[in-house]
């Protein structure tokens, strides 16, 4: 009983903080919102700027609930969990932004490194990595997410003759890669691309039908979720991956 007492707590304080993170979103500048080569803040982007309480910021409050409840339960430590509960809150705003103005601001990318060091400290104070070799690792893992990226949107771009892949998606797979490490990229990479596919291949039919209809679509999101889902779920993931080698063997 008094387990799901704390989750309740971890619960509603995710529902407050996920309200807050709304209120943060449409308080924060519209120029945020704007691509290097804008200038203009439309009235278009003020009214996407100004998330309505159904059914965005409430979908914000329910994942914040989700994620506080599950990195508590999942967390190897208190540090890990104060990195996700800490994570979460620009990777919400991070798929708002994207889905609603397909861009991804770098304030939003930024707020993710504080996470990214203490995912390191709650690894290097564990003993699960070494303090030179996990830093090593975070920084491979940020170097080649953003690398995979870039040269993904670079061939998708000589495919298609026009823009692949934007940089603020390289820029965020960087900062996620930081914050998962080399050795949960593959993982990240895969997730990311599995759960883009389910809407990708959705729009690819649709276009085949009206090939003048809209086909674009957003990667940011998954990024972001393949993100969250990593942080909150590797470690039973590849627990329950022993335990079935361990019954093969």
């Given at each position: 009983?008094q387990?799901?007492?704390?989750?309740?707590?971890?619960a509603?304080?995710?529902?407050?903080?996920?309200?807050?993170?709304?209120?943060?979103f449409?308080?924060?500048?519209a120029?945020?919102?704007l691509?290097?080569?804008e200038?203009?803040?439309?009235?278009?982007?003020?009214?996407?700027?100004?998330?309505?309480l159904?059914?965005?910021?409430?979908?914000?409050?329910?994942?914040?609930?989700v994620?506080?409840?599950?990195?508590w339960?999942f967390?190897?430590s208190?540090?890990?969990?104060?990195?996700?509960a800490?994570?979460?809150q620009?990777?919400l705003?991070?798929?708002?932004?994207?889905?609603?103005t397909?861009?991804?601001?770098?304030?939003?990318?930024?707020?993710?490194?504080?996470s990214?060091?203490?995912?390191?400290?709650?690894?290097?104070?564990?003993?699960?990595e070494?303090?030179?070799?996990?830093?090593?690792?975070?920084?491979l893992?940020?170097?080649a997410?953003?690398?995979?990226?870039?040269?993904?949107?670079?061939i998708?771009?000589?495919?298609?003759?026009?823009?692949?892949?934007g940089m603020?998606d390289?820029?965020?797979?960087?900062?996620c890669?930081?914050m998962c490490g080399?050795?949960?990229?593959p993982?990240l990479?895969?997730?990311?691309?599995?759960?883009a596919?389910?809407?990708?291949l959705?729009?690819?039919?649709?276009?085949?039908?009206?090939?003048?209809?809209?086909?674009d679509?957003a990667?940011?999101?998954?990024?972001?979720?393949?993100?969250?889902?990593?942080?909150?779920?590797s470690?039973p993931?590849?627990a329950?991956?022993?335990?079935?080698?361990?019954?093969?063997?």
């Amino acid at each position: 009983m008094q387990d799901i007492g704390i989750l309740i707590l971890f619960a509603l304080a995710g529902l407050a903080i996920g309200y807050l993170g709304s209120l943060f979103f449409r308080k924060m500048p519209a120029a945020w919102l704007l691509d290097y080569d804008e200038t203009e803040i439309t009235g278009e982007l003020l009214t996407k700027k100004n998330l309505k309480l159904w059914p965005d910021a409430l979908l914000i409050m329910l994942a914040d609930a989700v994620i506080l409840a599950c990195g508590w339960i999942f967390a190897d430590s208190i540090l890990q969990f104060l990195a996700i509960a800490l994570a979460a809150q620009p990777l919400l705003l991070i798929i708002v932004a994207d889905i609603k103005t397909r861009i991804i601001p770098d304030q939003f990318v930024l707020a993710l490194l504080p996470s990214a060091a203490l995912l390191y400290l709650a690894d290097s104070i564990l003993g699960s990595e070494g303090w030179l070799s996990g830093l090593l690792f975070r920084l491979l893992g940020g170097l080649a997410g953003g690398a995979v990226l870039f040269i993904a949107g670079w061939i998708g771009e000589k495919i298609v003759k026009r823009e692949a892949m934007g940089m603020g998606d390289v820029k965020l797979l960087a900062a996620c890669g930081l914050m998962c490490g080399l050795k949960l990229l593959p993982l990240l990479l895969v997730l990311s691309f599995i759960t883009a596919a389910f809407v990708a291949l959705p729009l690819l039919i649709r276009k085949m039908r009206d090939p003048d209809g809209a086909s674009d679509m957003a990667f940011g999101p998954f990024i972001a979720l393949a993100t969250l889902l990593v942080l909150l779920f590797s470690q039973p993931v590849f627990a329950l991956w022993d335990m079935y080698l361990g019954l093969i063997y």
